[in-house]
């Protein structure tokens, strides 16, 4: 990084705070850029680099950061990239990215938001991404902001744009299971009658496959009490052997024993049929508080090999916190078991948070209700399961963003904007 390639900007002087260039800090020792806010409110200031580039070609944007008083750090600390064209405009988008809001038109490109990892012990985060140059690209402006921080510093080091790879396809299979379990008075029955249904979602290759809520309790006339078990326990060992042998992750929904405590709980099983994790429902509707269930806590995000997966349960649909909870933590896609809910939220749900949301409801298509579906990123349905055709499959790739015009690659984008208040 050659520091005097960067020049030090503020949107009016009296909200500038104070930049150093210190050629010999930094952990490789070859410079620092740093931008220091004192104790005034409001103060904004960005350091910025224009770079040439190949229009057509992809890039790797890379460099350390770390902070020192800084609140919240996504929305005061923003490195960001925007592409040029000839004539130093934004450019152009080669392809549309939405069929939603203005389709077939390629938008103009709005900045890139590349992610930040975790600290090292010195403090020290890498931030970094890997984007296409749209092809009407000349150059690129590398910016690095600080704003709103007062008494805070950032700085910045080893910064720089380099031709890289085009980043691999991530694409998987999610599959939702449309069955409401008829017939039987035990929980070992329900779990039988989903044997078949998850064969079949895994002979289409499934590569995640969701049920519905309370799945080994619903229709079986037992008390939440009556149907509680512990996890691990009988049900988490039926489906985990059903996991292993179509190697697939599958999200298990139960009554949980916890001690004295209930709660109604989604289980992610792996394709080794391991539990990867839990999730106890936060948001309890009356009929639940009523009989005792316990409400969770927490909104756990869980790192498998197809994508990180967060879950929700039936009434958090109609709350934008959980799911925006699960997005702030990462969740490139969130399971949602649902006895009932209003359709528009879960593609409300899906398209605020620009994740994919798969849904496993009871509801009947014709009570006009929630629907068992694969929804994208606009909230649209890729595919829906129904009593006639129990299974849908949707492929996804999860490395393809979605490009909106005036919004960019929202996903990236709208952590930078929300309010903290939600975390």
Same mark, same amino acid.
């Given at each position: 990084?050659? $520091?005097?390639?960067?020049?030090?900007?503020?949107?009016?002087?009296?909200?500038?705070?104070?930049?150093?260039?210190?050629?010999?800090? #930094?952990?490789?020792?070859?410079?620092?850029?740093?931008?220091?806010?004192?104790?005034?409110?409001?103060?904004?200031?960005?350091?910025?680099?224009?770079?040439? &580039?190949?229009?057509?070609?992809?890039?790797?944007?890379?460099?350390?950061?770390?902070?020192?008083?800084? %609140? =919240?750090?996504?929305?005061?600390?923003?490195?960001?990239?925007?592409?040029?064209?000839?004539?130093?405009?934004? /450019?152009?988008?080669?392809?549309?990215?939405?069929?939603?809001?203005?389709?077939?038109?390629?938008?103009?490109?709005?900045?890139?938001?590349?992610?930040?990892?975790?600290?090292?012990? *010195?403090?020290?985060?890498?931030?970094? !991404? &890997?984007?296409?140059?749209?092809? /009407?690209?000349?150059?690129?402006?590398?910016? $690095?902001?600080?704003?709103?921080?007062?008494?805070?510093?950032?700085?910045?080091?080893? &910064?720089?744009?380099?031709?890289?790879? +085009?980043? *691999?396809?991530?694409?998987?299979?999610?599959?939702?299971?449309?069955?409401?379990?008829?017939?039987?008075?035990?929980?070992?029955?329900?779990?039988?009658?989903?044997?078949?249904?998850?064969?079949?979602?895994?002979?289409?290759?499934?590569?995640?496959?969701?049920?519905?809520?309370?799945?080994?309790?619903?229709?079986? #006339?037992?008390?939440?009490?009556?149907? !509680?078990?512990?996890?691990?326990?009988?049900?988490?060992?039926?489906?985990?052997?059903?996991?292993?042998?179509?190697?697939?992750?599958?999200?298990? +929904?139960?009554?949980?024993?916890?001690?004295?405590?209930?709660?109604?709980?989604?289980?992610?099983?792996?394709?080794?049929?391991?539990?990867?994790?839990?999730?106890?429902?936060?948001?309890? %509707?009356?009929?639940?508080?009523?009989? #005792?269930?316990?409400?969770?806590?927490?909104?756990?995000?869980?790192?498998?090999?197809?994508?990180?997966?967060?879950?929700?349960?039936?009434?958090?649909?109609?709350? %934008?916190? +959980?799911?925006?909870?699960?997005?702030?933590?990462? /969740?490139?896609?969130? @399971?949602?078991?649902?006895?009932?809910?209003?359709?528009?939220? *879960?593609?409300?749900?899906?398209?605020?948070?620009?994740?994919? $949301?798969?849904?496993?409801?009871?509801?009947?298509?014709?009570?006009?209700?929630? &629907?068992?579906? =694969?929804?994208?990123?606009?909230?649209?349905?890729? @595919?829906?399961?129904?009593?006639?055709?129990? =299974?849908?499959?949707?492929?996804?790739?999860?490395?393809?963003?979605?490009?909106?015009?005036?919004?960019?690659?929202?996903?990236?984008?709208?952590?930078?904007?929300?309010?903290?208040? =939600?975390?």
């Amino acid at each position: 990084m050659q $520091l005097h390639d960067w020049q030090a900007h503020a949107p009016r002087d009296e909200v500038r705070p104070h930049f150093e260039q210190d050629p010999r800090g #930094g952990p490789d020792g070859a410079g620092v850029l740093r931008i220091v806010a004192d104790a005034r409110d409001g103060l904004v200031g960005w350091w910025s680099s224009r770079v040439p &580039v190949h229009g057509g070609q992809h890039y790797r944007f890379r460099a350390l950061l770390r902070t020192a008083g800084v %609140p =919240v750090p996504r929305r005061q600390v923003q490195p960001r990239l925007v592409w040029l064209n000839a004539a130093g405009q934004r /450019a152009q988008r080669d392809e549309a990215m939405t069929s939603t809001l203005w389709p077939g038109q390629a938008p103009v490109s709005e900045p890139e938001y590349p992610a930040t990892g975790a600290a090292d012990a *010195a403090g020290w985060s890498v931030v970094e !991404a &890997v984007y296409p140059a749209p092809r /009407a690209a000349v150059a690129a402006d590398l910016e $690095l902001w600080l704003r709103w921080a007062p008494s805070s510093r950032v700085e910045w080091a080893a &910064v720089g744009l380099t031709p890289a790879a +085009p980043p *691999a396809p991530r694409v998987v299979r999610l599959a939702t299971i449309h069955h409401l379990p008829q017939g039987g008075h035990r929980v070992a029955e329900n779990c039988a009658q989903a044997v078949p249904l998850v064969a079949q979602a895994a002979g289409q290759g499934a590569d995640l496959v969701v049920l519905g809520e309370c799945f080994t309790h619903a229709g079986t #006339g037992l008390s939440f009490a009556e149907a !509680a078990e512990p996890v691990p326990g009988p049900s988490t060992a039926y489906f985990a052997a059903l996991a292993r042998e179509h190697r697939t992750h599958l999200v298990l +929904p139960l009554i949980e024993r916890d001690r004295h405590l209930l709660y109604n709980t989604a289980v992610l099983l792996d394709p080794n049929g391991a539990v990867v994790g839990r999730y106890r429902k936060v948001t309890l %509707p009356r009929g639940e508080c009523d009989a #005792g269930i316990q409400p969770g806590d927490s909104f756990p995000v869980f790192e498998t090999r197809i994508g990180r997966i967060g879950m929700m349960i039936c009434y958090d649909g109609f709350f %934008p916190e +959980p799911a925006r909870r699960l997005a702030l933590a990462g /969740a490139e896609i969130i @399971a949602f078991p649902v006895w009932g809910c209003n359709p528009r939220l *879960a593609a409300a749900r899906a398209i605020e948070n620009h994740v994919y $949301l798969v849904s496993s409801t009871y509801c009947p298509p014709e009570l006009g209700w929630m &629907v068992s579906g =694969v929804y994208d990123h606009e909230g649209q349905l890729l @595919a829906q399961a129904t009593p006639a055709a129990p =299974v849908a499959v949707a492929s996804v790739d999860l490395a393809r963003p979605l490009l909106w015009g005036s919004l960019g690659d929202f996903r990236a984008e709208w952590p930078r904007h929300c309010p903290d208040e =939600v975390r």
